[in-house]
């Protein structure tokens, strides 16, 4: 077998490439296993997933009709579990929206797969970011003492307005950032 230094260099890595380990753990010991990319990494956060999305103008002009799909439904007996949610328009771009009236609700929707009925929403009525003329965002974290996102066995995330009507001006994106995992509810 040849030197692992006269291998070709192959980036980047990807989450099904094996990787060579040794397992301390079981008998005899030190023994040769090997493992996924994926598999490291999930060790390593601990399941830990990060979203990081741009929903661009025309999308954003038509989020009271048209509700945007965050995460999708992940399966029977599984639940998504949201540690943190940071929503923001950013970098501003000219014309603002011109949402009727501007003032409208920010609602992340977990909906049942089958129905499309929701379940629980969870409602944002600070104000409309959408409607000023200047970078916005806000941020929510779960923790102990404050739960602003149940755990909902599979359950789609959406995002939609609520309390105004679609836009047709505006051009800002609109960023999600959300850490979540998935845990299996069995």
């Known amino acids: 077998m040849p030197k692992i230094s006269t291998y070709g260099i192959k980036a980047p890595p990807s989450p099904s490439d094996m990787l060579v380990g040794t397992d301390a753990a079981n008998l005899p010991p030190n023994q040769t296993k090997n493992f996924t990319v994926q598999d490291l990494s999930d060790y390593l956060t601990n399941g830990l997933q990060y979203l990081d999305v741009s929903i661009q103008g025309t999308i954003v002009q038509q989020l009271f009709s048209t509700p945007y799909e965050i995460l999708p439904a992940p399966g029977v007996g599984k639940a998504i579990v949201i540690y943190d949610f940071f929503m923001g328009m950013y970098p501003f771009s000219p014309p603002s929206y011109n949402f009727v009236p501007g003032n ?83």
């Open 104 to 186: 409208a609700n920010y609602v992340v929707d977990y909906l049942d797969p089958a129905t499309g009925a929701s379940v629980f929403k969870w409602v944002n009525s600070l104000g409309n970011l959408l409607n000023g003329g200047q970078d916005e965002a806000v941020y929510y974290q779960n923790n102990d003492t404050y739960n602003v996102f149940p755990t909902l066995e599979n359950k789609k995330l959406t995002l939609r307005l609520e309390n105004t009507s679609d836009a047709n001006q505006g051009n800002s994106p609109l960023n999600i950032k959300m850490t979540y995992k998935i845990f299996s509810s069995t």
